[in-house]
């Protein structure tokens, strides 16, 4: 069995000779923080992930890749996926767990997820084993898509969006699994796919 998330970033923090606290500190986090995902108590945010690999010489993909005993890629666990999106400059954390963020001077509240209706639903289409995904939304600069983010068996794939671009992502369709978006007068919404 491969080794965990957590075994693999103790196992290239002691190659590299750096306590947790040293390697927190060059990355921008608390040595707990890494105590905590060296124990396989949460995973990194997203928006620490290219430094942590900077810091561990190890590609991202990598990084996180990891198997079970039966070959089958690891799920994410929705349930314990929150998104915070700062109110001053729209930036976007995710974080895993009861994990708590800031942006701009401010602690930022994490948002809750809505069932989208109908007629709020992407639109999904299949092509060459891929999901694409399109949307009739307008995206102004005063209402748009500002990401799109998918959550399946392989793990998550996150599509940033930009005001007054046609929403257009093509991600490789590997599962089943849940497509979240958000704009700021919808807020957070989620589909299943």
């Not at 690891?74 to 800031?102: D, M, Q």
């Amino acid at each position: 069995m491969e080794p965990t998330t957590g075994q693999k970033i103790r196992e290239l923090r002691l190659e590299k000779g750096l306590t947790q606290k040293r390697l927190g500190e060059i990355i921008g986090v608390d040595g707990r923080t890494v105590s905590k995902w060296e124990n396989d108590g949460g995973l990194p945010d997203v928006g620490i992930l290219p430094a942590l690999s900077l810091a561990l010489g190890a590609d991202t993909g990598a990084l996180l890749a990891r198997a079970n005993s039966d070959k089958t890629p690891a799920t994410v666990n929705v349930s314990k996926l929150r998104f915070f999106v700062c109110p001053e400059c729209k930036g976007l954390t995710l974080a895993f767990g009861r994990s708590n963020a800031s942006c701009c001077g401010r602690r930022l509240v994490a948002i809750s997820p809505k069932k989208a209706e109908e007629d709020k639903k992407l639109e999904v289409a299949v092509s060459d084993g891929d999901l694409l995904i399109s949307s009739n939304h307008p995206m102004t600069k005063e209402d748009y898509i500002a990401f799109v983010a998918f959550l399946g068996r392989n793990g998550l794939c996150l599509y940033p969006q930009y005001p007054e671009w046609e929403l257009s992502v093509r991600i490789p369709l590997f599962s089943h699994g849940t497509l979240m978006f958000y704009s700021e007068k919808q807020g957070l919404l989620y589909q299943y796919v």
